[in-house]
């Protein structure tokens, strides 16, 4: 049984530079989500898609960040000329369209220095 | 709009002793509600849900959930904590697979 894995599970960057964050899914799931979570905070909702489409944007969501799920499987999150607010762990999760639950992955930390 | 709270920062409890972490929810409608657990830098792992029916509904690791409509509440429990219980808890709130709303979490320390 694979879950929901994303790469990496680590990034160190440096402020400005481009980051990219893949998620692959679990296989059957048709949706999958982004989620951004600081210390001591809960997920923040991020965006989401079904299959290829993005339904759903955060404002959080601001014009440096992009995702992408081109085939309906894996998808990638970009975040261009970071910021040291940009600092987090970023989760995926998936789930169906005809299901209520999501499922996480193991998340991916960002530290921008 | 839709908001979930969770009243408890953090709880200390002693190995062996029950516990009830509190959730409190805003919804328009009837709500799916969730609670995950999350163990220092990982992911989160779904311990249980409730969609409709029985009110208590049991999950993973001994844990069970009542959800109550008259006071907005859906409160996780488990009547004995082990030591590998120590984690984040958090609660979610969501409908129809799409967005879906996390409480700030409780911290959940248990001591010898």
């Known amino acids: 049984d694979t879950g929901v894995s994303q790469d990496p599970r680590h990034k160190i960057t440096k402020r400005g530079q481009n980051v990219t964050f893949r998620c692959d899914p679990i296989s059957e799931h048709n949706r999958l989500y982004w989620y951004r979570q600081t210390l001591g905070q809960g997920p923040e909702f991020l965006t989401y898609?079904?299959?290829?489409?993005?339904?759903?944007k955060s404002r959080l969501l601001s014009d440096r960040f992009s995702a992408e799920r081109p085939k309906g499987s894996f998808s990638t999150l970009e975040i261009q000329r970071t910021e040291q607010g940009d600092s987090a762990m970023y989760l995926c999760?998936?789930?169906?369209?005809?299901?209520?639950?999501?499922?996480f992955g193991e998340g991916s930390w960002l530290t921008v220095v | 709009a839709q908001s979930v709270t969770q009243p408890d920062i953090h709880i200390t409890v002693s190995e062996g002793a029950s516990l009830e972490l509190r959730c409190n929810y805003s919804y328009g409608a009837t709500p799916y509600l969730f609670w995950y657990v999350q163990s220092p830098g990982q992911g989160l792992q779904l311990l249980l849900k409730y969609f409709s029916g029985d009110t208590l509904v049991q999950g993973i690791k001994g844990f069970e959930a009542e959800f109550k409509r008259s006071q907005s509440s859906f409160n996780l429990r488990k009547p004995s904590v082990h030591w590998s219980d120590a984690a984040e808890y958090f609660c979610a709130v969501g409908a129809t697979g799409n967005q879906f709303y996390f409480g700030t979490g409780t911290s959940l320390t248990v001591i010898p």
């Open positions: 898609f079904q299959n290829e489409a993005q339904l759903e």
């Open positions: 999760a998936s789930g169906t369209s005809s299901g209520n639950t999501i499922y």
